[in-house]
């Protein structure tokens, strides 16, 4: 495809307002659209600078705190109906600052990639008249095939399914009224009104839809509009030259191969109790583990020869070396694990967790999951051994590997953004 020459000198700002999870694609993103000779900022929370600038490409803080917005909704008691008035209560007070960072961002750019946050976003787009690209890094556009991904039951039936979005999204457009409705107007633009279900569109324009999602692991819905693209999961396909430590390299290569077990950011509820659960029923199925501490401060956890706590350790490097994966259901952690062929134990804390637990588990690729809220030592247990015993899983989780390696999410997804552009 010919590419104008226009869209070799593109100023593209990337909007991501959540956790590690919702930067650290779009920074590999925005390295592919930078190295094709774009202009790229990435606008999310403060404590993302250094992840970004470190990575070569622009940054523009938001002005908020993603540890209160994710403490907000990822409570182990959050459900369905809870989860969009505690995103509500977690960013209403910064809301009209954080609307005008995303607003200020996004001024001299010729055009925007975002991520989901309702439609927001689209206001934005309409005031600089730029073109606007939606991504998801998980479903969001109505099916009968699964609920909206922060459905716990992930088994209600296709009549039900939709109905989830319709919830979803008219809530979703009810909160923005109280965000956007002053904004809009003193923006001359009129009133966008609730909808039960995502409105893509700014003007006369039609805004297209990127999901980041492999299609070898999630078949793509036979329901979804045309305009949605499946461009498979964003990995860095760069060589990984982490370098471990003495210890951790002598853990891993000492003894039987272990599991790991990490919760990414998470760091709600009692994350003392979850650590004890976890160490004894490791222990009582008699295997090594590695454990990833960053959900809080771990420093004085004493590793042995069979348990080893880690700090910040790219799963790239380290998934190849382990036999299988124990997590939150984040899609960044998922999709790690899949890629490298690892049967996955899924313990969801709230969000999108369940919608991957659930995907997971019917690939064949992990045990039923475990919601946070009813992890015993007995059922940890239980899950364990069957993790590690029961061979059909890493079977699976190899096969949907082998179509994930034909995928090259980031250079697919750059390539819909530039012809996307063109076609706007």
């Keep these: ?59 523009y803080p938001i002005r908020g705190s993603a540890e209160s917005m994710m403490a907000s909704i990822m409570e182990p008691d959050t459900s369905a109906f809870t989860y969009l008035p505690r995103l509500w209560k977690g960013v209403k007070d910064a809301a009209p600052q954080m609307l005008k960072d995303m607003t200020d961002s996004c001024k001299d750019a010729d055009a925007m990639v975002c991520n989901f946050f309702g439609s927001v976003f689209y206001s934005i787009s309409e005031k600089y008249n730029i073109p606007c690209i939606q991504t998801h890094l998980f479903p969001m556009d109505p099916t009968g095939e699964v609920p909206i991904s922060s459905v716990r039951n992930q088994h209600l039936g296709s009549l039900i399914n939709k109905g989830t979005y319709k919830v979803g999204y008219y809530t979703i457009g009810t909160l923005e009224k ?44 036979a329901d979804w509009d045309p305009r949605i693209h499946m461009s498979g999961f964003w990995f860095d396909e760069t060589p990984n030259d982490y370098q471990p430590s003495p210890d951790l390299r002598e853990f891993l290569e000492n003894g039987k191969k272990p599991i790991y077990i990490g919760f990414g950011s998470m760091n709600t509820g009692d994350m003392d109790k979850l650590l004890f659960i976890c160490l004894r029923s ?56 899949l890629r490298y062929g690892r049967p996955s134990l899924i313990i969801p804390f709230a969000g999108d967790q369940a919608f991957w637990a659930h995907q ?42 082998k179509g994930m390696a034909e995928e090259h999410g980031v250079r697919s997804a750059a390539d819909w953004i530039e012809k996307e552009v063109t076609r706007w």
């Design 178 to 221: 109280h965000i956007l409705g002053a904004w809009r107007q003193e923006n001359g633009l009129t009133e966008r009104k609730p909808a039960t279900w995502p409105v893509y569109r700014v003007g006369e324009h039609e805004i297209p839809v990127i999901c980041a999602i492999s299609p070898s692991f999630f078949p793509r819905p």
């Design 1 to 59: 495809m010919l590419i104008p020459e226009v869209l070799v000198r593109m100023r593209i700002t990337m909007l991501s307002v959540g956790s590690t999870g919702d930067v650290r694609p779009y920074v590999l993103l925005g390295q592919e659209l930078q190295a094709r000779g774009h202009r790229v900022t990435i606008s999310a929370f403060p404590r993302f600078e250094g992840m970004v600038t470190d990575a070569g490409l622009a940054f």
């Design 360 to 401: 997971v588990y019917r690939s064949g690729s992990g045990p039923k999951p475990i919601p946070r809220d009813s992890l015993s030592i007995k059922k940890m247990t239980r899950a364990l051994l069957d993790l590690t015993e029961n061979t059909g899983y890493a079977e699976s989780a190899q096969h949907v590997s």
């Design 282 to 337: 490791v222990h009582a199925a008699g295997l090594r583990a590695v454990f990833s501490t960053g959900w809080g401060d771990r420093t004085q956890l004493k590793s042995t020869n069979t348990v080893f706590f880690l700090g910040d350790v790219p799963h790239d490097w380290l998934f190849p070396r382990v036999s299988a994966v124990v997590h939150h259901g984040g899609a960044g952690t998922t999709a790690a694990g």
